[in-house]
């Protein structure tokens, strides 16, 4: 029996961009459905009445929620090949940690510094500096957060890096000059087609960003 | 299996989830009191130095933070008594209805309890009685979260029968109102009676107190606002 496997997705969203790495690092084929979240389908909402959120995956009609959530089930499913999560129960509990840290911290910081101005958007930045010094020191000298190979906590990070543009120009700030290990760590997953194919172009992601503030009246 | 600490207070709700679980699996562990969390112990800061919070499990004196992280390891490292399913599908539901209480419902419920009266307060109600509402269905035609046993979500939603109920005193407020959540309230009823988890939930007085001074606090920093 075939595996019917739909996406529920928003172009820009780094936790949509989450699910699409896991789905093409298993190889599994999808279709992927674009959501206009100021007009959210009919789909979405039925699928997703609590959060009412991308990514949303719906594996043979049913639908499963929020990012790590759906990584950890395109795991534990499709197991044959590119494990995403350690095996040992220590290093799973590890991983789960930082992709929950990356979860809580990095987006929240991330949208304070584009979307506010003067002293809150100075505090935004101090606290960004501070959760990627953070991240900063767990690489350490790994060649990926999840040690030799990449794994859920990379899996879990990476895709903030095609709002990296946006950060340092919000933020007045070089990533490659603050963090030069994350910007490392960054090229190097970004030899990997499933990561390269997927994360959408930094000025793209800035352009939207720049529609996105004239809509709510950020500027 | 290793010795087993767990740095712990015994009023918080994330702490004695960890002890249900490790409890429930028969897993010996010491119990370390963190006194005062506005005056944090070296062991903490040394072993959870991100978040700084309990509880933290620390296995063969390798530490673990994050209650539902701690569940999840406990789950796999002992292998007797699983509390989530077998199945990915169902494992990913749990999973969803795990965060999904675990964070905005208890955070739901504290913020309508510290809330003063008002129209802020009446908010905060309604918006946790929707959270309360989707339980309810979770709960339609089984006795608990789990089925026949109790599992990984009863665990989690373990709060509603003594958290909440202490919250709802010092909040001046019902939410668990049997009328409208007749499934959970008789969930939160059956669940309690479980002599395992009877025995490690704190004292009423305690948390009374507890909470009590926590509302005052928060509602000192509003007034001072104004």
């Known amino acids: 029996m075939a595996d019917e496997v739909v996406l529920l997705d928003f172009w820009p ?43 949303l995956l719906i594996h043979n009609g049913k639908p499963v929620c929020e990012s790590l959530i759906i990584v ?60 990627y010094k953070t991240l ?37 700030f070089s990533m490659e000059a603050e963090f030069p290990q994350i910007v490392a760590w960054v090229k190097r997953c970004m030899q990997k087609e499933s990561i390269a194919n997927t994360l959408p172009d930094q000025k793209k992601i800035y352009e939207f960003v720049l529609e996105l503030k004239k809509i709510f009246g950020l500027e | 299996m290793g010795e087993v600490k767990l740095i712990a207070t015994t009023q918080s709700l994330f702490c004695t989830r960890v002890e249900w679980a490790l409890k429930l699996k028969g897993v010996e562990y010491e119990f370390i009191e963190e006194e005062d969390l506005r005056n944090k112990s070296p062991l903490l800061l040394k072993y959870n130095p991100v978040h700084k919070k309990v509880p933290l499990l620390l296995h063969h004196g390798k530490p673990i933070a994050e209650s539902l992280v701690i569940l999840e390891y406990i789950e796999e490292t002992w292998k007797e008594n699983p509390l989530l399913p077998q199945d990915p599908y169902e494992r990913a539901l749990a999973r969803f209805w795990a965060q999904f209480l675990g964070d905005k419902c208890v955070f739901g419920a504290w913020e309508a309890a510290h809330k003063a009266e008002g129209e802020e307060k009446t908010k905060a109600i309604e918006s946790a009685q929707e959270s309360l509402a989707f339980l309810e269905k979770q709960i339609a035609g089984k006795k608990y979260f789990g089925g026949e046993e109790i599992g990984f979500l009863d665990i989690v939603a ?44 704190p004292p009423r007085e305690k948390l009374l107190d507890y909470f009590n001074a926590s509302i005052s606090y928060m509602r000192s920093l509003a007034t001072n606002k104004q």
């Open chain 1, 13 to 55: 969203s780094m936790f949509g961009m989450r699910v699409r790495i896991a789905l093409a690092e298993k190889g599994i084929k999808y279709q992927y459905k674009e959501e206009d979240l100021r007009h959210k389908s009919e789909l979405l909402l039925k699928m997703n009445p609590v959060h009412k959120q991308i990514p």
């Open chain 1, 72 to 131: 950890q089930y395109i795991d534990e499913v499709w197991n044959h090949k590119s494990p995403l999560l350690p095996s040992d129960p220590y290093q799973r509990a590890h991983a789960r940690f930082w992709a929950d840290f990356v979860d809580r911290k990095v987006y929240g910081v991330g949208r304070k510094l584009w979307a506010t101005k003067g002293e809150e958007q100075e505090a935004a930045k101090k606290e960004f500096l501070e959760i």
């Open chain 1, 136 to 172: 900063e020191s767990e690489l350490g000298e790994k060649p990926y957060f999840g040690g030799e190979t990449f794994g859920f906590v990379d899996l879990s990070f990476v895709t903030f890096y095609s709002w990296f543009y946006v950060y340092e120009n919000f933020g007045k």
């Open chain 2, 158 to 201: 373990g709060w509603i029968p003594h958290w909440l109920s202490v919250m709802e005193e010092v909040g001046g407020m019902k939410l668990l109102e049997a009328e409208k959540f007749p499934l959970l309230h008789e969930w939160a009823h059956n669940f309690i009676q479980i002599p395992l988890i009877r025995e490690c939930i």
